[in-house]
Every structure is written in C-alpha cells, then in structure tokens.
C-alpha cells in the first residue's frame, strides 16, 4: 500500500513570497490533515478535510493561509505572504472515516524555511 | 484544556534498559491516546494506542500505561535498542465531530549502544 505522499521535500523561500505544497494521501482515506510541525514541538493541526469539506480550520491562519481538496483526493496548502514563523515542517496525513478513523498516516512532510 | 503536557524533553538510556516517558492531559473528554514515533526527515508513525476504559496496553517491547483519575497516561519501552532512537509524541483525541488529535512537545530519546 502506498503511503501518503508530499512534495516538494523542501523549499526555501523569501519572506513576503508565496507558496504551495501538495499532498496525495492514501486511497480511500476520506479524512485529510495538514499539519504544522515547528521545530522542537509536536505537529499542530491547521485544517482537516473529510472528503472535500471542510470539518476544522480554527487553527488555520485563513489571513495568509488557505487549502483545498478537490474532487476530495489530492490537496494543496498555500501560504501568501509568507513570515518568518512559518518556517516549520509542513505534515499531511490522511485516514479511513468514520469509527475507523483512529489512525492517522503521515507523509515525510515538506520543510519550509522563510529567510 | 486542549493541552497535552509531555515530558522529560530528552532522555538518554543506555542500550537494554527501560525509557519511560510520561504524558498528562486536561480534558476529560479525549477518548483515544496514542503514541507517536518520528525518525529524523520522516513523518510520525503510529507506535501504540489506547482507550481510557483500559489501564494497560503491550505490544512487544512498548507497553502503554493510563491512569484515567490521574489524567495521566506513559509509554515504557522495555530493552531499549539503539535503533529506537528517534522522537516520541503522545496524543490525545478528542471526541467532538472533528475528532483532531492534539499532539504533545515530544521527547527525544537516545539508546546507547
């Protein structure tokens, strides 16, 4: 089974600039993640998506930050403009719906850094 | 109430021994806590999980250890091999429509050949 998969792996950008990272998550998971995982902490959830719905954003900076998940597969996070804090890495997971969606697979996660 | 405190931030065990590393939450409502492991330039995989109507949780070498009045759950990896080395995350799911898990700080740990 492939797992989830991100590109690009790395990416460095300069501030102010713009930019966007893919994310084609394991078939038939309905539930997508995108994660923001700074350096030294534990990935913070930004915005999950069950099929192409929107379930939570509340931690989505939506003034800079936004994502979408078309025909409910692939998705793409974009940030526009870009700051310094929003180095970090960059994880998508995705899993099953509904009562067995207790695990969650992660991708290798794309680096950002903003210089 | 959302947090999930996770300590010590590193531990250093020597090949063989014990690495325990301990988690404590707030929320009564979160209904599954899992383990997390992260090697360096790789996402998390899950390790072990566990619900709150259990105390104890083994696979192999990794046992889980949840004391629901204390609020407070551990992981103990028993053997410790260097190969383990990597970052541990506990979390914490809650039990909204959302069901988002909510991640500790990690722990880095070092097995010593």
């Known amino acids: 089974e492939a797992g989830v998969a991100q590109s690009p792996r790395y990416k460095i950008i300069e501030k102010r600039q713009s930019v966007a990272f893919w994310c084609n998550p394991i078939?038939?998971?309905?539930?997508l993640y995108w994660y923001q995982q700074i350096l030294g902490q534990g990935p913070k959830l930004l915005i999950q998506?069950?099929?192409?719905?929107?379930?939570?954003d509340s931690q989505l900076p939506k003034d800079r930050f936004s994502a979408e998940r078309l025909k409910g597969v692939d998705s793409t996070l974009k940030i526009q403009p870009a700051k310094l804090e929003d180095s970090a890495v960059y994880l998508c997971a995705s899993s099953l719906e509904g009562a067995a969606a207790y695990e969650q697979y992660f991708g290798p996660g794309t680096r950002l850094t903003v210089t | 109430q959302q947090q999930v405190k996770q300590s010590p931030q590193s531990l250093i065990v020597q090949k063989g021994g014990i690495s325990i590393i301990n988690c404590a939450y707030e929320n009564t409502a979160f209904d599954y806590f899992p383990w997390y492991q992260q090697f360096p330039g790789k996402g998390p995989a899950l390790l072990i999980a566990i619900r709150p109507d259990v105390s104890e949780k083994k696979e192999g070498r990794f046992t889980i250890s949840f004391n629901k009045s204390a609020k407070q759950f551990s992981l103990h990896i028993m053997d410790s091999q260097p190969g383990d080395s990597a970052t541990y995350f506990c979390?914490?799911?809650?039990?909204?429509?959302?069901?988002?898990?909510?991640f500790g700080s990690g722990t880095q740990l070092t097995v010593l050949p």
């Open positions: 998506f069950q099929n192409n719905g929107v379930v939570d």
């Open positions: 979390a914490a799911r809650g039990s909204g429509s959302a069901r988002q898990l909510t």
């Open positions: 078939s038939g998971h309905a539930t």
